[in-house]
């Protein structure tokens, strides 16, 4: 159970495995027990940390550590009522002890019951003499109360006490995104970074702000210095690469993500932005070679097999197209904009079957656009499925209530199926309420007669 390693750096567990082995009840003070359940729980062996809990309480059973100990394993176990009387009664016997109260707002937090949660770390708080870890903990509950404001003043205070705390850094960032505040957020990086000017992360997430607010020269410099503060800093490279390529200095796009790659395995995202400004250069079949390469490293990538599709489409190659779009549905059947791509690829081809399919698939994986609906439509309307027609429809209108496109089709299938009365009242009612696109009836030419 234990390697000899741990068992040379800590003989109290050598001597506790012993007895297990043996049956004997040995003694052993509160301290060694903690160590020895410490362990256990480091290296998540919970049943043995279990018998050293119950071996201790019995020889030591007033002791508070190990009843907080034995209330953690607890919470593992998710038994949050036993685990709070627990802590309540350890509360009597020691109430100034501060992992009373994260434990009871752990198990509150567990509950949802955010606000009993914070104000069980308040008083924690107030007792501790090391406030980093509980600011954290209140930042969390704030922010699953979304309360922004709140949740920023205790991120702010842990980044402030701690440099490398990037966790809270990042918290603090999202809750300046949430309140749209992306001056103030920017404030305060440059206000970090007056006391640590060499924080790549703070230049990295500095650069990233000043892409929101279109600042781009800002943005490349800070992308810079966060490359001087770390030169192999991945994540600056390629957003720096990003920026260039957005501002069309194509072939430093491509210097920048070719170099993110000396300080990392190959990566489908990179290789595809690499293809991307290929392609842009008009590199086709160097693009085409990335794509490629991206999905090689990384079969499930959406993006490389969809510019891959839309190479040989726009090269009207649609055999390869199709080849590419099955391989592609193969190794990423829950990918809705694969199945959409799969579904414009066969309308082009006059393949209404997969056409059909393809839409379905789509919609059933949350995809509502009202193109993909009209192209499901199209498709059964071409293949002369009328009632198939009229079905989806009705379900495309959950969606887009009142649609001309949609209500134009409908009312045409309700001709071919003999409903005329049913399509002039649609009709009807698309002329009053509704402005009629221009050249709508493309499919339906019966619906000439009704509005003549």
């Known amino acids: 159970m234990f390697d000899s390693l741990s068992e040379d750096f800590n ?31 480091d290296f998540a062996q919970f049943s043995l940390a279990k018998k050293a809990i119950k071996m201790g309480r019995e020889q030591h059973p007033q002791n508070v550590e190990l009843m907080l100990l034995n209330s953690e394993i607890l919470l593992i176990d998710g038994a949050y009522e036993a685990a709070e009387k627990l802590l309540l009664e ?3 016997l020691s109430p100034q002890h501060e992992e009373i109260f994260l434990q009871r707002a752990n198990i509150y937090s567990k509950k949802k019951d955010h606000l009993t949660a914070i104000g069980l770390l308040e008083k924690a ?7 980093e870890e509980i600011w954290n903990l209140l930042g969390m509950e704030y922010l699953f109360l979304e309360e922004y404001n709140q949740a920023k003043s205790f991120f702010y205070k842990c980044v402030k006490e701690n440099e490398m705390d990037y966790q809270s850094l990042y918290n603090l960032l999202y809750c300046f995104e949430q309140l749209e ?6 404030s305060t990086l440059n206000e970090l970074l007056e006391e640590n000017p060499y924080s790549e992360i703070a230049w990295h997430q500095l ?23 770390d030169d192999c800093f991945t994540g600056a490279y390629i957003e720096k690469g990003k920026l260039l390529e957005n501002m069309g200095r194509i072939n430093e796009a491509i210097h920048e993500y070719e170099f993110s790659l000396n300080f990392n395995d190959p990566n489908a995202f990179v290789n595809h932005r690499i293809g991307r400004c290929h392609q842009k250069l008009g590199n086709d079949q160097l693009a085409l070679q990335y794509y490629k390469e991206s999905i090689k490293l990384e079969p499930n990538h959406e993006n490389s097999w969809l510019s891959i599709i839309d190479y040989f489409i726009d090269n009207q190659e649609f055999k390869k197209a199709q080849h590419y779009a099955k391989k592609s549905l193969q190794s990423n059947a829950d990918s809705k904009e694969l199945w959409k791509k799969s579904a414009h690829l066969h309308k082009l081809i006059d393949d209404h079957q997969e056409t059909v399919l393809g839409c379905k698939r789509a919609i059933d994986l949350g995809d509502n656009d009202l193109e993909t609906w009209l192209l499901w439509m199209d498709a059964l309307i071409l293949s002369r499925d009328w009632k198939k027609a009229a079905e989806v429809a009705h379900l495309a209108m959950q969606f887009h209530r009142k649609n001309p496109n949609l209500m134009y089709r409908l009312a045409g299938c309700k001709i071919k199926l003999g409903s005329k009365t049913e399509a002039q009242t649609i009709y009807d009612q698309i002329e009053d309420e509704i402005h009629i696109p221009k050249n709508i009836n493309y499919l339906f030419p019966e619906l000439l007669k009704i509005q003549s």
Do not use: C
């Open 11 to 41: 003989p109290s567990l050598s001597k506790f495995e012993q007895m297990l082995k043996t049956n004997q009840l040995l003694f052993f003070d509160a301290i060694e027990f903690e160590d020895i359940i410490h362990h256990y729980i």
């Open 207 to 229: 650069g990233k702000l000043y892409v929101k607010i279109n600042k781009h020269q800002e943005a490349l410099s800070a992308f810079e210095f966060a490359i001087i503060s």
């Open 181 to 186: 505040e992306n001056n103030d957020a920017i």
């Open 125 to 131: 708080l107030d007792i501790t003499e090391e406030p």
């Open 90 to 92: 350890i509360e009597r």
